[in-house]
């Protein structure tokens, strides 16, 4: 090969890679979905603060921005690191990257209920890879098993979903009254899953930490899911995307969303958050979930009630909603537990 023909190969190489870094710079989730998520209106200021590859260059805050340093003390940049899937926190009793569940012994594809140990009762998904049992006669969300990489029925199987990843195009946009949303740029099937809520596993001491150094200005990402399980016990999971998390914080808050947060268990007792169509969305549309976890928006009286009072007893709490649903409840939820003085339990 001539002297001329590699200085041409290198050149294409190296504009190659280039072209991939600034399409990666240009990618809210930095290379690490199916699917790149770009912000839009383009070339327009102030973008939401990007992520970071883990793997990158730039040296990151090990104290996830919580040292209180804000100049780069230590030669530590405070960054924000983008993870499709949870990661170990501070007080995380379960690192959820481990496989703690055993795989099934499902030879054939795909798995059947009754002979498949993932699938206790029925099929989490139908031929569409719809999850099945969200229409208006569920009550409540079932749980969700998916088979995991110790199972043997392979990855073709009809039981994995939420473990592919992002299928959809989305979009991170500019709202007028709400900051950054996320948005779909396709349409999504009823009961399609959509994108995780992924971000850092915390227990409860540290929630209330970092709750507690937020000023009312500071976004609270900080989410709680509790399942009810058996003998009155009840299962908490904290997750925390501020300072590593994925491109489920941009949801915002509806009143009437079209999607439902459905926790799912692949690899371990670590529930992803996964959220699925609660209807048939259309391109354009922005993609919301109910803040306060309700099963298919539904509430009883007796939690409005406790809600109502929650919100006069803590009035300096209460964020305005801008989600311009009908039913829009004028105020966003919260979860007083989180509130409360440190180390200390919310009885009320």
């Known amino acids: 090969m001539s002297a001329e023909a590699v200085e041409k190969r290198s050149f294409g190489i190296a504009a190659a890679e280039e072209e991939s870094a600034a399409l990666i710079e240009q990618d809210v989730a930095r290379g690490l979905e199916n699917f790149a ?69 499902c030879i054939k594809t795909p798995c059947h209920p009754g002979t498949c ?23 409540y969300a079932k749980p969700v098993f998916e088979c995991n990489v110790l199972c043997h029925c392979g990855e073709h199987c009809r039981n994995r979903v939420v473990q592919n990843g992002l299928q959809f195009c989305l979009q991170v946009f500019q709202t007028d009254k709400k900051g950054w949303g996320l948005q779909t740029l396709e349409p999504i099937p009823k009961g ?15 929630v209330q930490r970092r709750i507690h150094l937020q000023t009312t200005h500071d976004p609270n990402y900080i989410i709680a899911i509790r399942e009810h399980i058996y003998n009155g016990q009840v299962m908490e999971t904290f997750v925390d995307p501020t300072y590593i998390g994925n491109i489920g914080r941009f949801l915002n808050h509806s009143c009437e969303p079209n999607l439902l947060m459905i926790p799912v268990r692949i690899d371990s007792m670590v529930p992803k958050l996964a959220l699925f169509a ?17 099963f298919l928006n539904q509430i009883s009286s007796k939690d409005k009630e406790r809600i ?21 409840a004028t105020f966003l939820p919260y979860d007083s537990s989180l509130y409360c003085p440190l180390g200390k339990p919310d009885t009320s």
Not at 117 to 134: A, F, P, Q, T, V
């Open 308 to 328: 109502d009072h929650e919100q006069l007893r803590k009035p300096q709490l209460r964020k305005p909603c801008y989600c311009g649903a009908p039913s829009c």
């Open 37 to 105: 998520v770009r912000v839009w209106p383009r070339g327009a200021g102030p973008r939401p603060k990007p992520f970071q590859n883990a793997e990158g260059n730039k040296p990151v805050c090990l104290h996830r921005g919580l040292c209180g340093a804000k100049d780069g003390t230590r030669g530590l940049l405070h960054a924000e690191l983008y993870t499709p899937d949870h990661v170990a926190g501070p007080g995380a009793d379960i690192d959820p990257t481990q496989i703690t569940f055993p795989g099934c012994a």
């Open 278 to 294: 609660a209807r048939d969305i259309l391109p354009g549309e922005e993609l919301s979930y109910d803040y306060s976890g309700r």
């Open 117 to 139: 140990s993932c699938l206790r009762h029925e099929n989490n998904y139908d031929d569409n890879l719809c999850l099945r049992d969200i229409g208006l006669e569920a009550k």
């Open 192 to 206: 399609r899953f959509v994108c995780e809520y992924a971000g850092e596993i915390l227990g409860f001491s540290e």
